[in-house]
């Protein structure tokens, strides 16, 4: 329990770093007088570092564990939070520069999961992953503290603290973080290694469903306080604290995702978790009154995404090779990471072209419908013939029953 507590606050902390640019990006905006698509593309940039370096960290955590890499992001990351606080804001060049490095923080989700895997037994991992995953509520941190502490000090101010806490849980992390015993160690090198993991089913299938879940989740977390102060004319600091509840609900609901994934099996809780975005989805492409419909929209949307981002890794967990974990992760992540990157693009590229949202978010009603479709067809019966072969394995090296144990 020690070490899933570590690990979750190292992914908060780390998060947090990695979600620094979104509160501030309207502030960006009237400072360097940015277009719509530069905003979006200002608050992207993390979103697919942090994405595509999920992969590379992930097979590294496979081999070195999360004792090692869980100091390394952190530490690393803390290069260009100080330089966007200090020097890198007063320029669109060096906020993207310093955005790119930021990526950084978000790849420690792929530490985390294998990490936190290795100590739990199969019919828990479900669980206590969605509890890492509640990490991500660093966004929230983020959302919640970043303005005001702009307000209280200067720009540099929540950079600063910021960085101070990435610093503080290395050290802690390096005292006191222990790899689970036993954990299977890969063989063969990375790039072997990774060409390995995306030939697997569960990669394919775990990378679609967290590129539409978590990828719809990231790309609310950055965009929402842009499309809140556009669409229905909020103050910055009010769209801020919008944000911070959908990102606050989804959190909540990730672990409650991965428990009931143990319970009722993945595919039903991410059948129905979509379900629920392709409704909230649609309903929002209307622009209804933020009180109540579009609330409900916004929050049952939050729901959805949390739960079925738990119940992904409860599926990662079930069907990935234990030394693969990382590997998978580290895929899987990337995808839902890249998943966040391209709708704020989107959307801000169909604000500038037509003034409206609604093509954007009607567009992402039809993704979830076809993902639904696929969870309920190819992932359910990937799930099907997995546990048929584990049953008769099982059933094979049972004493009595032919096996080599009563020969």
Known sequence: MVMLVLATVGFAVNFWAWALLSPLAPKFKDALQLSAFQQALLVAVPVVVGSVGRIPVGALTDRFGGRVMFPLVSLTTIVP??????????????????GFFLGIGGTAFAVGVPFVNA??????RGLAIGVFGAGMGGTAISALTTVKLVTAG?????????????????????????????????????????????????????????AVLFGGYVAFSVYLPAYLKTAYGLSQADAANRMAGFVLLAVVMRPFGGWLADRFAPTRVLAASLAVVVAGAAVQAFTPGLAPLGTIAFLAMAAALGAGSGATFALVALLAPQNQVGSVTGIVGAAGGLGGFVPPLIMGALYGQYGSYALGLAALAVVALATLVLTVTAVAKNVRQTSAGVQGQATRLTPGKGSAAHV
């Open 154 to 210: 200067s720009t540099a101010t929540p950079f600063v603290v910021t960085a101070i806490a990435l610093g503080a849980y290395a050290l802690l992390a390096a005292l006191l973080l222990r790899d689970a015993p036993g954990r299977a160690l890969p063989s063969g090198t990375l790039l072997r290694r990774l060409a390995d993991t995306a030939r697997l089913r569960v990669t394919r299938q775990a990378a679609g469903l967290y």
């Open 81 to 98: 939070v100080l330089y966007l606080g200090l020097s890198g804001h007063t320029s669109l060049a060096g906020l993207l520069v310093g």
């Open 119 to 124: 100590w739990f037994p199969p019919e828990r």
